[in-house]
C-alpha cells in the first residue's frame, strides 16, 4: 500500500470567543487571518476588543478578516478597521457609515491640505516677486521689460483672485461657526457658574451653620460661637487625618448631625457626597476623640463616692414619701414630697434635653453594644458620654444658674 496522502497544514484558529475559522478557503469565501500589532497601545485595543478574561496574545494568536469591516486591519488611526469591531457578541451596527465617516474625514483632511499648499505657493510667488524686483536703472530697461512684466503679472493676479475669494469664503464660514461655538460656550459657562454657585450655597455644612437656630437643630449646640469653640478645642490637640477631602468643620457637622438627628449613614454620605465608609470611620474617630476629651464636663461619681462625700457635704439622700400602709400623709411629708417634685421636674426637663439626640431612637448596630472581652468603653457609652456633654453645654435648665448676672 501506498504512503496515505498527507492532510494540508492549517494555520491557527481566530481566538475571538464563537469564531473558529482558520486562513483559507472557508463557507465560499477566502479567509484571512491577522496576527496581533507589535505596538503596545494598539495590541491592547485589539485584546480590549476581544474580550476574552484574563487572556493575554502570543506569537501565533490570529484574528480572522471576518471581524473588520473591509475584510483587513487598516494603519490608519481614524479608520474604522484600525481596531476589530465585528464580533458576535456586539450588536450589528451600520458599518457603511463608518466607513463613509472615515472618507468624509479623508476628504476634509484633504480639502485643508490643498487650501494650506495654495496659500503656502501664494506667499512664496508674493516672496518670489519681491526677491526679484530691481529698481529701474534707466527708462529705456523699464519700457524693455514692461511687456513682459505686465503679462506675468496678469496671469498671477487671475490665480491670486482666485484665491483670495477662496479664502474670502472659508474665512466668512470660520466666523460664522466661531461665533456659534462662542454663543455654545458662553451658555456652558453661565450654566457652569449657576451650578457652582448652587453648590457652594447649599453645602450641608453651610445650611447648618447658617444661623443659631439651625445650629441648634442640626447639632444640638445653641449657637454658632459655640461650634466654633467647639471645634477650636478639638483641633487644639488633635487633627483629623481621614483621607477625604472634608474639612475638619465638615466632619463635625457630619458627626454631630448624626447624633442630634438619627441620620442613617447612607444619607450622610449622600448628603456630603463621599462614600458610606468615609461616613463610618469619621464618625468612629471623632466620637473616641470627643468622649475622651467632653467626658470631663460630666459629674457621674459612683455610688460609693456619693455615700462617702454626702455627710461631708451635710447633704443626705431623700426620697418621696409613699403611704406604706397609711391612710393619708403628714402634713411634713406633703411638704417635703412637693419639694422634691419641683426639683424632679428640672431632672426630667435635662433627660428630655437629651432625647432630643435621635440616635437613640433609631435601630443602632449590635457593634456598637460592649461584648464580653472588649476592652475599654463601647459605641453606645461614648455616644452617650457625648450627648450627655453637649447637653451640660446648652443654657441652664433654671434660669439665671451658672450664667453671670
Not at 89 to 108: I, N, S, T, Y
Not at 159 to 177: A, G, I, P, R
Not at 264 to 274: G, M, S
Request: aromatic share 6%; proline share 6%; charged share 25%.
Amino acid at each position: 500500500m501506498g504512503d496515505p496522502a498527507q492532510l494540508p497544514r492549517l494555520g491557527p484558529c481566530c481566538v475571538v470567543p464563537g469564531c473558529s475559522k482558520r486562513s483559507g478557503a472557508n463557507l465560499l469565501s477566502v479567509i484571512r487571518s491577522f496576527r496581533f500589532p507589535k505596538d503596545p497601545s494598539r495590541r491592547a485595543a485589539w485584546v480590549q476588543a476581544v474580550r476574552r478574561d484574563k487572556w493575554l496574545p502570543n506569537d501565533r494568536s490570529v484574528i480572522c478578516s471576518t471581524h473588520f469591516i473591509t475584510g483587513c486591519p487598516s494603519q490608519d488611526p481614524t479608520h474604522p478597521d484600525y481596531v476589530p469591531s465585528i464580533f458576535p457578541f456586539k450588536a450589528p451596527k451600520d458599518v457603511a457609515k463608518k466607513v463613509a465617516r472615515h472618507g468624509r474625514l479623508q476628504e476634509r483632511l484633504k480639502r485643508q491640505n490643498e487650501h494650506a499648499q495654495s496659500k503656502d505657493r501664494a506667499i512664496a510667488t508674493k516672496e518670489s516677486e519681491c526677491s526679484h524686483k530691481e529698481l529701474p536703472c534707466a527708462e529705456e530697461s523699464a519700457r524693455a521689460d514692461s511687456g513682459t512684466n505686465t503679462e506675468v503679472t496678469g496671469s498671477q493676479l487671475e490665480t491670486l483672485l482666485q484665491e483670495n475669494e477662496s479664502l474670502k469664503k472659508e474665512v466668512c464660514d470660520l466666523k460664522k461657526e466661531l461665533t456659534k461655538t462662542t454663543e455654545t460656550l458662553r451658555g456652558f459657562k453661565a450654566c457652569d457658574e449657576n451650578l457652582q454657585r448652587s453648590l457652594e450655597s447649599n453645602t450641608p455644612t453651610k445650611d447648618a451653620l447658617r444661623d443659631d437656630l439651625r445650629v441648634k437643630f442640626y447639632t444640638g449646640l445653641v449657637s454658632r460661637n459655640m461650634f466654633y469653640s467647639l471645634l477650636s478645642f478639638v483641633l487644639s490637640f488633635w487633627k483629623p487625618d481621614t483621607q477625604t477631602f472634608l474639612e475638619p468643620e465638615e466632619q463635625l457637622v457630619m458627626v454631630l448631625m448624626r447624633l442630634r438627628l438619627g441620620l442613617l449613614t447612607e444619607d450622610l454620605a449622600c448628603r456630603f457626597r463621599i462614600p458610606s465608609s468615609s461616613v463610618s470611620v469619621i464618625f468612629h474617630r471623632w466620637l473616641d476623640i470627643l468622649s475622651s476629651s467632653l467626658g470631663k464636663l460630666l459629674i457621674w461619681p459612683s455610688r460609693k463616692a456619693i455615700r462617702r462625700n454626702l455627710p461631708a457635704k451635710g447633704a443626705s439622700v431623700l426620697m418621696p414619701s409613699f403611704t406604706k400602709g397609711k391612710k393619708q400623709l403628714s402634713g411634713k411629708e406633703v411638704a417635703l414630697s412637693r419639694k422634691l417634685s419641683r426639683a424632679r421636674i428640672h431632672v426630667e426637663r435635662t433627660i428630655q434635653r437629651l432625647k432630643t439626640f435621635r440616635i437613640f431612637q433609631m435601630i443602632l448596630p449590635i457593634s456598637y453594644v460592649k461584648k464580653a472581652g472588649d476592652v475599654g468603653l463601647s459605641t453606645i457609652d461614648k455616644t452617650l458620654i457625648v450627648c450627655s456633654a453637649l447637653v451640660n453645654l446648652q443654657t441652664p435648665v433654671i434660669a439665671g444658674v451658672g450664667q453671670n448676672g
